[in-house]
């Protein structure tokens, strides 16, 4: 799963059209800023950012564990128990996760598909049992659950499908009692290495506009997807980092649990 880029670059506007095939889905997104208007706009609404991160426990999952207790944040991660019983250090990992009240533990299904998206979805059942499989193993307690390499959601007045398999699989799911959340917005990152495609401030612009210009699929709520692996320089030197205290600095950002997103 190696995700393309192709970017272009011009001096009053950054137009980056991005076709990802990492989670199995394509993504495009475009921004327009002209490159003097990159600082913070005042304002005073009240943004509330879901920060979320799948696949793990993955190597960077100790970091961002690390990572949410030092800024003190909500966040949500959805795991995936295949990668969770690979061996003792990543059960340790997963036991931080489990310690940590600042991370909301959701579903991400037991294998990820094996990574063969349409396989996998055309068998709802054996999806449910697979999700069901994740949920005993791990120990998940509540009922959140991420598709993978969807984005899709079931929630009490929300249905979106992203045109690919898998629609029945995500009623199948909601029917059994999980609230389905795909993401507003992904910060892709390289198969390979596991660098962030897009900088910091590139991040920070797309999140404000989108929050600003309403295009968020609940109004002034914005789920971040982000992956375990991105993040394994430490959190110091960490983008991560760099984008929480940015969104904090602004003062009308909160970071909040997928459990308290708007049905
Ligand atoms: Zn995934």
Same mark, same amino acid.
């Given at each position: 799963m190696k995700p393309m880029m192709a970017a272009f670059f011009s001096k009053k506007s950054i137009t980056a059209f991005i076709f990802i095939f990492g989670c199995g889905i394509s993504v495009m997104a475009q921004s327009q800023v002209p490159s003097s208007a990159?600082?913070?706009?005042?304002?005073s609404t009240i943004y509330t950012i879901y920060l979320s991160f799948d696949d793990g426990p993955l190597e960077g999952s100790e970091d961002i564990n690390d990572a949410v207790q030092k800024e003190d944040i909500k966040v949500n991660v959805f795991v995936v128990g295949m990668h969770a019983f690979a061996s003792a250090r990543m059960q340790?990992? #997963?036991?931080? #996760? =489990?310690?940590?009240?600042?991370?909301? &533990?959701?579903?991400?299904?037991?294998?990820?598909a094996h990574d063969h998206y349409?396989? #996998?979805y055309a068998k709802p059942d054996s999806v449910l049992r697979? +999700?069901?499989?994740?949920?005993?193993?791990? @120990? &998940?307690?509540? %009922?959140?659950?991420r598709l993978p390499g969807?984005?899709?959601?079931? !929630? %009490?007045?929300?249905? &979106?499908?992203?045109?690919?398999?898998?629609?029945?699989a995500a009623d199948t799911l909601y029917k059994s009692g999980y609230r389905v +959340? @795909?993401?507003?917005? =992904?910060?892709?990152?390289? @198969?390979?290495?596991?660098?962030?495609?897009?900088?910091?401030?590139?991040?920070?612009?797309?999140? =404000?506009? %989108?929050?600003?210009? @309403?295009?968020? &699929?609940?109004?002034?709520?914005?789920?971040?997807?982000?992956h375990d692996e991105m993040f394994r320089?430490?959190?110091? =030197?960490?983008?991560?980092?760099?984008?929480i205290l940015k969104l904090k600095s602004f003062g009308n950002y909160r970071?909040?649990? !997928?459990?308290?997103y708007p049905d």
């Open positions: 990159m600082q913070h706009k005042k304002d340790r990992f #997963y036991k931080l #996760y =489990e310690a940590d009240p600042h991370i909301e &533990i959701g579903n991400h299904s037991y294998t990820h349409n396989l #996998y697979d +999700f069901e499989k994740n949920q005993l193993e791990l @120990g &998940i307690k509540n %009922k959140l659950a969807r984005n899709m959601w079931r !929630l %009490k007045d929300l249905v &979106i499908n992203d045109n690919i398999t898998g629609r029945q +959340f @795909g993401w507003d917005l =992904e910060w892709q990152h390289s @198969g390979e290495t596991g660098i962030p495609l897009q900088s910091v401030n590139e991040m920070v612009e797309i999140i =404000e506009r %989108k929050l600003r210009e @309403g295009k968020t &699929i609940r109004k002034n709520q914005l789920v971040l997807l982000a320089n430490g959190w110091e =030197e960490s983008e991560l980092k760099q984008l970071f909040e649990h !997928l459990s308290n």
